[in-house]
């Protein structure tokens, strides 16, 4: 058995009157991220960790927010996109573990259905799916709400 963990990490400023996307999840808030895509910082650190996992780059790399035709996607899109290269490599995912901080708002009223996002659109089982939030007790780019971040984890098999 082959065995493959990958790390993510991504950070989006905030910006009032911006949609708040994580884990495929729009989330009520006055604030969204500002980015080329959609924002989806969650899911562009689960891009990442998978992507890391096989050795292929990052999401930069994949998708340059210098094209076009990334502006203002649906980051489950580019998620679908990854999981094809993971598949093609012959791997498939065991598990995820994804942590998102910022101050506001708590996001625990929205986990299950980020969980239940991101198994869907990977195919796997929603036990299989780890998704926390954090603050930063105010300290930070994210304690005083100018940001987000977040990491995620990967590990991949292929029997």
Not at 13 to 37: F, N
Not at 93 to 109: G, H, V, W, Y
Not at 132 to 150: D, W, Y
Request: glycine letters at 10%; aromatic letters at 4%.
């Amino acid at each position: 058995m082959d065995i493959r963990i990958g790390q993510g990490y991504d950070v989006h400023a905030l910006a009032e009157g911006l949609r708040l996307v994580l884990c495929g999840v729009e989330i009520e808030h006055t604030k969204g991220c500002v980015a080329h895509s959609d924002g989806d910082v969650a899911i562009h650190a689960l891009c990442d960790a998978l992507l890391g996992a096989l050795a292929l780059g990052d999401i930069g790399k994949l998708f340059p927010d210098t094209d076009p035709k990334y502006k203002g996607i649906d980051s489950t899109k580019l998620l679908q996109i990854v999981l094809n290269l993971v598949r093609d490599k012959g791997y498939d995912i065991s598990n995820l573990d994804i942590t998102i901080a910022m101050q506001r708002p708590k996001l625990r009223p929205y986990i299950d259905q980020m969980r239940e996002c991101l198994a869907g659109v990977l195919e796997i089982e929603v036990d299989r799916v780890s998704v926390k939030a954090t603050t930063t007790e105010r300290l930070g780019f994210e304690g005083r709400e100018e940001g987000v971040s977040a990491t995620a984890v990967a590990l991949l098999i292929k029997d």
